[in-house]
T-cell receptor
């Protein structure tokens, strides 16, 4: 597609439920990032993929959070046993990496997760 | 660890005026990039301007320019001839020059442009 696509745009769930958030990056972008943004705050890094592998998952807050990118394109962020504190906008970004770091990330519009 | 600090939670400016948003950062790296991103109410982050640390010349993109002071670790954004459409949250961000590193964001500055 023309840009980074994230679905769903909004998700309301109940405490304790499992949720999946999907990110479809720009075609050909090998790098993919997940961020979490709480209201009025800057995005907080969660995980970075280069191809199919998670090159840096140091930002995942705990083992309830997991992300996959099985074919090196679409990625899914999975949250188990959701808690009210997980409510935030989850942003996905992709970047073209060809042996050098150009530095520019292209962001999707985010998935707003509300845990009741 | 790298940190990015934006000390102005909110700023306001009149249309056609100039405004400067502040950003400082802390790093021991010598090779890195700095960015300003804009996030309007639609939520999508849009790159405003980028600066490579090895370049002494300040980056400029139309009405947007930066004042990059490497020794002081300061990276401010100047918006000239402010427009209503500039109303948004602005984030300063840092990225190490090595491949596969994350973009680290500041907490943001909410800019309101009024007529």
């Amino acid at each position: 597609g023309a840009g980074v696509s994230q679905t769903p745009s909004n998700k309301v769930t109940e405490k304790g439920k499992y949720v999946e958030l999907r990110c479809d990056p720009i075609s050909g972008h090998t790098a993919l990032y997940w961020y979490r943004q709480s209201l009025g705050q800057g995005p907080e890094f969660l995980i970075y993929f280069q191809g199919t592998g998670a090159a840096d998952d140091s930002g995942l807050p705990n083992d309830r959070f997991f992300a996959v990118r099985p074919e090196g394109s679409v990625s899914t962020l999975k949250i188990q046993r959701t808690e009210r504190g997980d409510s935030a906008v989850y942003l996905c970004a992709s970047s073209s990496y060809s042996g050098g770091n150009t530095g520019e990330l292209f962001f999707g519009e985010g998935s707003r997760l509300t845990v009741l | 660890a790298q940190t990015v600090t934006q000390s102005q939670p909110e700023m306001s400016v009149q249309e056609a005026e100039t405004v400067t948003l502040s950003c400082t950062y802390d790093t021991s790296e010598n090779n890195y990039y700095l960015f300003w991103y804009k996030q309007p109410p639609s939520r999508q982050m849009i790159l405003v301007i980028r600066q490579e640390a090895y370049k002494q010349q300040n980056a400029t993109e139309n009405r947007f320019s930066v004042n990059f002071q490497k020794a002081a670790k300061s990276f401010s954004l100047k918006i000239s001839d402010s427009q209503l459409g500039d109303t948004a949250m602005y984030f300063c961000a840092f990225m190490k020059g090595q491949a596969g590193t994350a973009l680290i964001f500041g907490k943001g500055t909410t800019l309101s442009v009024s007529s």
